[in-house]
């Protein structure tokens, strides 16, 4: 006769215990209404077959099911006598003793069930595609503490076509989950269910930043030297007599030489890829505008500031401490992510006093950015920089809007009296 708590304990066997279970003559009044469904998807596996380390796991399951009711023969022989039929195993001479009331002694009861339930305590994880919803993988005994990242990784080893940069996990069809977010931290239950979509081939941001900001700095000389084929034969390797022309390529020059210094040597990017089809977008813009800007700048016709000096002197100042501070913030920010670090974290100010405008914007670096493009305009007082600087403004706006929304949901304790890139407006 088995014991009453017996079929609670048949719904925590793993798949190796109840194969191995169905194989016992003892527990056939157990398994008669459900060992045709069980041995069709979990076929019996020799013992010698398995490995040896979940030797006490599958004894611990099936002892706990097959063992007597206290007080038969084979109760009091110990559980150094329990044999599966036919095999002649006994149980490991680490199992525990029975008492006279059939208890185990000690904590090795409490053990048993810690690790049941350690190996009832993984997760099953279904991707689906995002648009048909059809089934791509489905991962088998996942840890609780595994990361999105390690959940990426699973998945480019059945599908090595869609490496980890690739993919956008989402935990629906709208909402992509972050690397370092934990699966037992999820809305979910034990069996998770993700959506995978497919970003397309990628390219690095260093990369990225590397090709838009070179291009502009080449694409100016061809214009400030006045190349043959720019302004024709008669005006090729001439030279503007207006100051303000070769003041606008040193300052032009000295942007773009500090954005490639940056990006190799300051920049730290939380996503560390960009879809390969936006880099023909970003260097048309940067790099036709480079040439719009250039061709009015050193143009023969071109005409200098109406104010002279003064203007030309107030502009290059301007721009000098816009560019210095735009450093400062890069450097600021940079300092966030030592060590590798990719979690985001409330910028503050520091010592150097082109930080402070921290404690009223969200974005400063994007405020030091229009700024500079500014001062360019007052010191070119050109159209197409005017409006290059009035689209730059526009799009770093939005930016900064997209930013300071972010850390208004992910910090209760944000600074309230800050805006995301006009101190008190915007």
């Given at each position: 006769?088995?014991?009453?708590?017996?079929?609670?304990?048949?719904?925590?066997?793993?798949?190796?215990?109840?194969?191995?279970?169905?194989?016992?003559?003892e527990?056939?009044?157990?398994?008669?209404?459900?060992s045709?469904?069980?041995?069709?998807?979990?076929?019996?596996?020799?013992?010698?077959?398995?490995?040896?380390?979940?030797h006490?796991?599958?004894?611990?399951?099936?002892?706990l099911?097959?063992?007597?009711?206290?007080?038969?023969?084979r109760?009091?022989?110990?559980?150094?006598?329990?044999?599966?039929?036919?095999?002649?195993v006994?149980?490991?001479?680490?199992?525990?003793?029975?008492?006279?009331?059939?208890?185990?002694?000690?904590?090795?009861?409490?053990?048993a069930?810690r690790?049941?339930?350690?190996?009832?305590?993984?997760?099953?994880?279904?991707?689906?595609d995002?648009?048909?919803?059809?089934?791509?993988?489905?991962?088998?005994?996942?840890e609780?503490?595994?990361?999105?990242?390690?959940?990426?990784?699973?998945?480019?080893?059945?599908?090595?076509?869609?490496?980890?940069?690739?993919?956008?996990?989402?935990?629906?069809?709208?909402?992509?989950?972050?690397?370092?977010?934990?699966?037992?931290?999820?809305?979910?239950?034990?069996?998770?269910?993700?959506?995978?979509?497919?970003?397309?081939?990628?390219?690095?941001?260093?990369?990225?930043?590397?090709?838009?900001?070179?291009?502009?700095?080449?694409?100016?000389?061809?214009?400030?030297?006045?190349?043959?084929?720019?302004?024709?034969?008669?005006?090729?390797?001439?030279?503007?007599?207006?100051?303000?022309?070769?003041?606008?390529?040193?300052?032009?020059?000295f942007?773009?030489?500090?954005?490639?210094?940056?990006?190799?040597?300051?920049?730290?990017?939380?996503?560390g890829?960009?879809?390969?089809?936006?880099?023909?977008?970003?260097?048309?813009?940067?790099w036709?505008?480079?040439?719009w800007?250039?061709?009015?700048?050193?143009?023969?016709?071109?005409?200098p500031?109406?104010?002279?000096?003064?203007?030309?002197?107030?502009?290059?100042?301007?721009?000098?401490?816009?560019?210095?501070?735009?450093?400062?913030?890069?450097v600021?920010?940079s300092?966030?992510?030592?060590?590798?670090?990719?979690?985001?974290?409330?910028?503050?100010?520091?010592?150097?006093p082109?930080?402070?405008l921290?404690?009223?914007?969200?974005?400063?670096?994007?405020?030091?950015?229009?700024?500079?493009?500014?001062?360019?305009?007052?010191?070119?007082?050109?159209?197409?920089?005017?409006?290059?600087?009035?689209?730059?403004?526009?799009q770093?706006?939005?930016?900064?809007?997209?930013?300071?929304?972010?850390?208004?949901?992910?910090?209760?304790?944000?600074?309230?009296?800050?805006?995301?890139?006009?101190?008190?407006?915007?």
């Amino acid at each position: 006769m088995f014991p009453v708590h017996c079929q609670l304990y048949f719904c925590r066997l793993s798949h190796e215990a109840t194969s191995e279970l169905l194989k016992n003559p003892e527990t056939r009044l157990i398994s008669c209404s459900i060992s045709a469904t069980l041995k069709a998807k979990y076929p019996p596996v020799p013992l010698t077959d398995r490995p040896q380390n979940r030797h006490a796991r599958r004894w611990v399951s099936i002892a706990l099911l097959s063992q007597p009711a206290a007080g038969s023969a084979r109760s009091r022989r110990g559980p150094a006598a329990w044999t599966r039929a036919g095999r002649g195993v006994r149980a490991p001479p680490d199992w525990p003793q029975r008492g006279a009331r059939g208890r185990c002694r000690g904590g090795r009861r409490r053990e048993a069930a810690r690790r049941m339930g350690t190996r009832a305590g993984f997760f099953e994880v279904e991707i689906l595609d995002w648009k048909t919803k059809e089934q791509l993988c489905f991962l088998d005994k996942v840890e609780p503490n595994a990361t999105i990242r390690e959940i990426r990784l699973m998945f480019h080893k059945l599908y090595p076509r869609w490496y980890p940069a690739r993919q956008s996990i989402k935990l629906d069809p709208r909402k992509s989950l972050r690397d370092e977010e934990i699966l037992q931290h999820l809305p979910v239950g034990t069996t998770a269910t993700l959506y995978f979509k497919d970003l397309g081939p990628q390219i690095g941001w260093t990369t990225v930043f590397l090709i838009e900001y070179t291009g502009p700095l080449f694409i100016y000389f061809l214009f400030y030297f006045r190349m043959p084929f720019v302004y024709g034969l008669d005006e090729r390797f001439t030279s503007s007599p207006h100051p303000v022309v070769n003041l606008a390529c040193i300052c032009h020059s000295f942007h773009y030489i500090k954005r490639l210094i940056e990006t190799v040597f300051v920049h730290r990017f939380s996503h560390g890829t960009m879809p390969l089809r936006n880099i023909v977008k970003n260097c048309l813009y940067y790099w036709g505008f480079a040439a719009w800007l250039a061709y009015y700048i050193n143009h023969p016709l071109y005409t200098p500031p109406s104010y002279g000096k003064k203007q030309i002197n107030f502009a290059v100042i301007m721009f000098l401490l816009c560019e210095a501070g735009n450093f400062s913030i890069h450097v600021a920010l940079s300092d966030l992510q030592k060590n590798g670090s990719k979690t985001r974290k409330i910028p503050y100010p520091t010592k150097n006093p082109f930080t402070w405008l921290f404690f009223f914007v969200s974005c400063p670096n994007y405020t030091y950015e229009v700024g500079t493009w500014i001062s360019f305009t007052i010191m070119t007082q050109c159209v197409p920089v005017g409006l290059f600087t009035l689209l730059c403004f526009i799009q770093m706006t939005v930016w900064a809007k997209d930013k300071h929304c972010t850390y208004l949901r992910e910090f209760k304790d944000y600074p309230s009296l800050r805006m995301p890139i006009i101190p008190f407006l915007l």
